[in-house]
């Protein structure tokens, strides 16, 4: 059990997320209104080196939860591995007087959040990543907004490829997990989808696909490939060598990860920063909250990052059988 919790840290790290801007300002809220004071880390824990701190109120968090990015913006930090800067910034939080510390991020920065616990820093995880990689968790703020994005930019890319009778490879992001190119593959009606998890290197099968689909009057061909995946240019030149069919690759990239958060990302995120504020106020440190089986949880950060999850194998099979026509 950690001792009374006076003043709590809150920081973003790794890829900024949407939804991320209602978790800060949950955790800023439920603080106060309990009685602690917050402030803000900017920069991950590249601002935490550099102390790069400020006191929060509760008008510092109005008018940000319909925001995409985050307020205290974000870093990758990778000296922040190193035992000596993690040591370096447990003392910067202990000068702060940050005794509970907020960390919204994927698998990275609750290792980082880890180490600062282990240095006598109370410690929450949130998990926040457009990628839906982090295995203890259903949920990660910013994958319903980026996957709503994304669906709408291939809708629109379909349209011009059916008045062009083209195929297009669509790229998503997602580092090395397909959970955004699954999803877009059974939103979008893909007609094939290149998910990491199960890529065999077989493009004579898209191939083979879309000869298929120009012999029974298809006017387009949607492919959704994953990040973890990529080459979607040289792919698209392969292709349209091997079918004479115009094929054109697009990169959605970065759009992905910016615009207003969806309603379930601003409510989700809401609850998980205010259950990470409750969490550290009844003295739980080394915690990451998740959303599991229909609630709201927490685990022990090892336990968290221990674990592993994969695709539905439900779901991977659906983007064949309901993308069939013949
Ligand atoms: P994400 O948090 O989205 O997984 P990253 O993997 O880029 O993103 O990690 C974000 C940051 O977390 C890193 O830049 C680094 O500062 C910190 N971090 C990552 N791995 C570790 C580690 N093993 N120990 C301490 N800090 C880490
Ligand atoms: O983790 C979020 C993410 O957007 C991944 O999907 C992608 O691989 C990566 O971050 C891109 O990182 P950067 O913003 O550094 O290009």
């Known amino acids: 059990m950690s001792k009374e919790i006076n003043t709590i840290g809150v920081l ?6 949407p939804g991320m801007n209602a978790a800060i300002r949950a955790v800023v809220r439920e603080a106060i209104t309990k009685g602690r004071k917050v402030k803000g880390i900017k920069r991950g824990y590249a601002g935490l080196l550099d102390g790069d701190i400020e006191d929060m109120d509760l008008f510092s968090v109005s008018d940000i939860i319909g925001r995409g990015g985050t307020i205290l913006q ?30 919204i991020g994927g698998d990275g920065s609750f290792k980082g959040a880890q ?34 994005t994304a669906m709408e930019a291939i809708d629109k890319v379909r349209d011009t490829s059916t008045s062009h009778d083209r195929c297009s490879i669509i790229e998503v992001m997602g580092r090395g997990a397909g959970y955004i190119a699954l999803w877009c593959a059974i939103a979008n009606g893909a007609e094939d989808v290149l998910l990491p998890e199960r890529y065999d290197y077989d493009e004579q099968i898209l191939i083979n696909h879309l000869i298929e689909g120009q012999k029974l009057g298809r006017h387009n061909h949607i ?40 309603c379930k990302d601003r409510v989700y995120a809401s609850t998980m920063g205010a259950l990470a504020v409750d969490l550290l106020c009844e003295g739980k ?41 013949s």
């Open 74 to 103: 974000t870093a990758r930090c990778l000296e922040f591995v190193e035992e000596e800067y993690q040591i370096k910034g447990a003392n910067i939080c202990k000068e702060h007087g940050i005794d509970g510390l907020v960390v």
């Open 115 to 148: 180490k600062l616990a282990a240095h006598g820093i109370n410690t929450i995880g949130i998990p926040g990543t457009i990628d839906l990689d982090i295995a203890c968790t259903e949920y990660t703020i910013g994958f319903d907004t980026a996957v709503n």
């Open 285 to 325: 440190t080394n915690r990451v909250v998740g959303y599991r089986h229909g609630e709201f949880v927490d685990f022990d950060i090892d336990e968290a990052l221990a674990m592993t999850k994969d695709l539905d194998e439900y779901q991977v099979e659906l983007t064949r059988s309901l993308a069939s026509t």
């Open 223 to 262: 492919i959704v490939n994953a990040e973890g995946i990529g080459h979607s240019a040289s792919m698209a030149k392969r292709i349209e060598a091997a079918t004479g069919v115009e094929t054109r690759a697009t990169i959605l990239g970065h759009m992905q990860r910016g615009g207003s958060p969806t």
């Open 12 to 17: 973003t790290s790794g890829g900024d997320a």
